[in-house]
């Protein structure tokens, strides 16, 4: 009976063993018997990447893709060349054991094609995006996707030449956006010895990044500043070859490099999956390899952007004219070495012009000799044209005709032309008048400092004469005739009256090496009391534009606030005409310091700019609204953000803040002040202020921050004038990833990176209505606050702004650049 039983079951036991049999396999995974039919996909275990069908933008082809997060992020195609004509289509592992896709009518229209595959065999999608091809009783990895590469470079792919067998892996582009089909161009590995990346138009070159140095190809600017590109390395194997590839740092970062039909490099990266930047690698026509011929150098910023190097002209001045630059230029005179070799008449020797911040021609010839002695083999060879020199990769040279030269704003090499002397004799006759030009007017600037430092001292010795014998004839007026505000400052009970001999002596009477700084205020020293205690004194000058006024503004002020993000003012100096303010010392200086400075900024990691960001917008709620007294600062920038010991922010120099009513929320002044390129638009222009000021000086402040850049440092640039209006053009190109600080740019704290980004923008909108609270942006920072609106405009993003004009009651500005005072600037 019981045998009968489970003789019933057993063809149950069958039936759930071949269920579950198939319902297990992983969804990553596609078998003989588990296949998949359009339009049905297989995902990576991390849900990333998805294999299956897609038609392309105007098209109802359908092709088997790999694509990331969505379809308009294809990766990799399979039938390239052989579209399927409707939906019927099936990828499956083959008799034979490959990968292949099949149509309607069960043809193969692609298959992995692998002669050597095992009994049985599993196509798995990575967690990287690579389809590969396993041998199930091996477990070894015989084909795989991203050996065989479409138009993307991404991640773990490997492009790579073979010296010996010239066998190459490389990208290819699609025909057009609507046709994957092999497009005219192509991307790989050349010229082996110093490895550079090309893009070809079918056999002729198109594009190439420059030699690669061991760290960044040099002819490629943004490698030097971009996190976009950072992650290569180029190996060498023992077989011969040479192979680039591209790593992330962790897995919540994603980019990929898209070949496109046109011939761009367009990088595209992902932060935790969210899109946060493209870019088109190649940004004007001089990346068009030869642009401007032979002996031609191409810079973006001029027009037009083609010209001969310096020593050449021409070849057909006609084409030229008509902005034809292809024939490219002639040398004018030849050269020495040349006419020593013809037996003419030998003359002086040739020399070299430099030109800094380039991208090397091509056909470059590499050893690893030193700069001078790379420069005295040139010399000396008379085929050697040009050479260069950069520590990764030795000496370059070229004896071939000199093409694809570049200028660069920043990064590049010198490199170094060969010219006749003739060539150079006139440019040194040049230097040398500019030399004569700049000695005269430097030493008559000596001569007149010294003068007037001699009158300065001697006039200061009189009047310390004067005051001195005041004193002994009138001693009630032993503060020199500033008794009445003596009197207001004793009025503070607990802001101590220091005397000046004290504050001298802690100062080592105001010693060189105790000044931690200046600006238009006066000077700034270190010294130490009596008691030990460490303290900055900051001692007006008499030509300050900061006078009595500010002075005493900043006393009556900072006396009433208590806060850790507020410097603590200990005392105050007056005496005769020494004006002086004594605060806690701050040992690691003010933010500036550290920020704009190439090599400290790197001290400053993300967590810490992001504890100065928050520290800095408490200190600002604090005295906009949680201080017994409604502050507006005015002046608010990195130089007035100190940092105590652990790097924490202290807000400093109250000498133009502003006291408000409890009823006022707005005032007007005809007398502006603060600091150009943190001055919001309705004050800078029109004398308004209110808490709205303070918010944009922070906006500001908050993307320097970020960018590790001056607001300011965009004058001279071809896309801006200002950090506010570069942030503005990326953030609209979705490039924002860009303005980050490469020092700063890490997966890990992208969002919130972006979350600042986005609260900086908000604070710098042109109209004061429009930007949040501090108490708003406090709340922002902890994320109380989720959904951001989205910016507006901001202010001063034009490439020209007015700083003066007409008026009809002129208005005195006390404005600063940097830290210097400019007065008599009339408002409009």
């Known amino acids: 009976m019981g045998f009968s039983t489970h003789e019933n079951l057993l063809p149950v036991f069958l039936t759930l ?25 297989v995902s990576s275990n991390d849900n990333a990447f998805k294999l299956g069908f897609f038609s392309p933008e105007n098209t109802t082809n359908r092709y088997v893709g790999i694509w990331y997060l969505s379809e308009s992020n294809v990766i990799w195609v399979a039938n390239r060349g052989q579209p399927l004509q409707d939906s019927s289509g099936i990828v499956t592992i083959s008799d034979n054991r490959n990968i292949v896709v099949l149509n309607a009518k069960k043809q193969v229209v692609w298959s992995s094609n692998v002669s050597t595959v095992g009994s049985n065999s599993t196509a798995q999608l990575l967690n990287s995006g690579n389809l590969v091809l396993l041998d199930d009783t091996t477990g070894m990895i015989i084909w795989e996707s991203l050996k065989h590469p479409s138009n993307t470079f991404l991640p773990n792919l490997i492009l790579s030449t073979n010296q010996i067998t010239g066998e190459k892996v490389k990208v290819t582009s699609w025909k ?23 893009i070809w138009n079918q056999t002729q070159p198109f594009w190439r990044s420059g030699p690669w140095n061991g760290q960044v190809f040099i002819g490629l600017a943004k490698m030097y500043t971009s996190a976009y590109l950072n992650g290569f390395n180029i190996e060498r194997e023992e077989n011969g070859t040479v192979q680039i590839t591209y790593s992330l740092p962790n897995n919540s970062f994603f980019g990929t490099i898209v070949l496109s039909s046109d011939g761009k490099l367009i990088y595209t990266a992902w932060i935790n999956r969210q899109l946060v930047g493209k870019r088109v690698i190649q940004e004007s026509n001089c990346d068009v390899y030869g642009f401007c011929g032979t002996y031609g150098s191409c810079d973006s910023r001029n027009s037009p952007i083609c010209s001969c190097l310096r020593g050449f002209e021409p070849k057909n001045v006609d084409e030229w004219n008509r902005q034809n630059w292809t024939s490219g230029c002639v040398r004018r005179t030849e050269l020495q070495c040349k006419r020593v070799r013809k037996g003419s008449e030998a003359g002086k020797e040739d020399g070299f012009l430099k030109l800094e911040m380039s991208k090397v021609p091509d056909f470059a010839d590499q050893t690893t000799v030193s700069d001078e002695t790379c420069r005295t083999d040139c010399l000396n060879n008379c085929s050697c044209k040009a050479y260069a020199h950069d520590p990764g990769i030795g000496c370059m040279s070229w004896s071939e005709k000199l093409i694809d030269i570049q200028r660069f704003q920043s990064g590049g090499v010198d490199l170094h032309i060969r010219l006749a002397y003739s060539e150079l004799d006139g440019e040194r006759e040049r230097n040398k008048k500019v030399i004569i030009l700049v000695t005269v007017i430097v030493g008559t600037l000596i001569v007149s400092t010294c003068a007037y430092f001699l009158w300065a001292w001697t006039s200061k010795r009189s009047a310390r004469r004067m005051l001195r014998n005041t004193r002994e004839t009138h001693p009630e007026n032993r503060t020199g005739g500033l008794s009445e505000e003596l009197k207001r400052v004793k009025n503070f009970q607990d802001l101590p009256v220091f005397d000046f001999r004290y504050i001298s002596t802690a100062t080592d009477n105001f010693n060189s ?155 007007n002044t005809r007398r502006v002040v603060g600091t150009y390129g943190y001055m919001s638009p309705e004050y800078a222009m029109e004398g308004l202020f209110s808490e709205k000021s303070d918010v944009f000086s922070f906006g500001v402040l908050l993307l320097e921050i970020i960018s590790g850049r001056k607001n300011t440092s965009f004058y001279n640039h071809e896309r801006s004038l200002s950090l506010l209006g570069y942030a503005w053009k990326l953030w609209n190109e979705d490039e924002i990833i860009s303005l980050i600080d490469p020092n700063i740019s890490n997966p890990d704290h992208g969002n919130d990176i972006l979350r600042c980004i986005h609260i900086g923008l908000l604070c710098v909108q042109e109209l004061a209505r429009e930007r949040p609270t501090m108490a708003t942006v406090v709340s922002m920072l902890k994320s109380e606050i989720v959904n951001f609106p989205p910016p507006q405009q901001p202010a001063f993003i034009q490439k020209q702004l007015v700083l003066s004009g007409e008026s009809s009651q002129p208005s005195h500005r006390s404005s600063s650049i940097n830290d210097v005072t400019v007065t008599n600037l009339q408002g409009r």
């Open 17 to 41: 063993s071949c269920f579950y049999t198939n319902f297990g396999t992983a969804l990553d995974t596609i078998t003989a018997s588990r296949f998949i039919k359009d339009p049905e996909t």
């Open 176 to 198: 057009s956006p609507s046709d994957p089909a092999t497009g005219n161009f192509s991307g790989s590995l050349e010229r082996l010895s110093v490895p550079e990346v090309f």
């Open 513 to 667: 090496s105790n000044k931690l700084g200046q600006g238009g205020f006066g000077s700034v020293y270190k010294g130490e009391l009596q008691d030990g205690q460490e303290v900055a004194v900051k001692r007006l000058s008499r030509a300050s534009g900061q006078g009595l006024e500010e002075f005493m503004n900043e006393v009556i002020v900072i006396s009433k606030l208590q806060h850790r993000n507020l410097v603590r003012l200990l005392g105050c100096c007056i005496e005769g005409e020494e004006k002086m303010l004594i605060y806690e010392y701050m040992p690691n200086k003010s933010l500036d310091f550290y920020l704009f400075d190439p090599v400290k900024k790197v001290v400053l990691d993300w967590q810490k700019r992001f504890n100065i960001i928050e520290g800095i917008s408490r200190g600002l709620l604090y005295l906009h609204r949680d201080s017994r007294l409604r502050i507006i600062h005015r002046d608010l920038k990195p130089s007035n953000i100190l940092l105590d010991r652990e790097l924490n922010p202290k807000i400093s120099d109250f000498g133009m803040a502003k006291i408000f009513g409890g009823s006022e929320d707005e005032a």
